[in-house]
């Protein structure tokens, strides 16, 4: 099954930045948006962005505007999750999620890639 592909996490010390690549499967010129999820050990997945193909437009959670930006390269047809002052309880697995424009919402999902912040 064709699926968005997550690049970019890893091992990083509090306070540090890491990029995360997603290469949507989708073609930007007639998808929606992509999204941003993490999920942490233990925990359910949470919404952490989000990023429209056509205008740009973000969204975040409340908790991470600041520290997370998300942006999109149409003709690369990649969206980025920038991602700064990283801290312990941003470890988690990263997820990215294609909105295609097709009433689905958000619906085909990578398979993530772990980001684990060390203090």
């Known amino acids: 099954q064709v699926q968005p592909v997550e690049s970019g996490g890893g091992l990083v010390q509090a306070g540090g930045s890491l990029r995360l690549s997603c290469a949507a499967s989708?073609?930007?010129?007639?998808?929606?948006?992509v999204g941003w999820y993490r999920q942490a050990p233990g925990k359910e997945r949470e919404f952490v962005g989000s990023?429209?193909?056509?205008?740009?437009?973000?969204h975040y959670a409340d908790s991470l505007k600041g520290r997370f930006t998300a942006s999109r390269d149409n003709a690369k047809n990649t969206v980025y999750l920038q991602m700064n002052s990283l801290q312990p309880g941003d470890t988690a697995v990263y997820y990215c999620v294609e909105d295609l424009g097709d009433g689905n919402g958000f619906s085909r999902w990578g398979q993530g890639t772990p980001v684990t912040v060390s203090s």
């Open positions: 989708g073609r930007a010129v007639s998808a929606y948006a």
């Open positions: 990023v429209r193909w056509r205008s740009g437009i973000t």
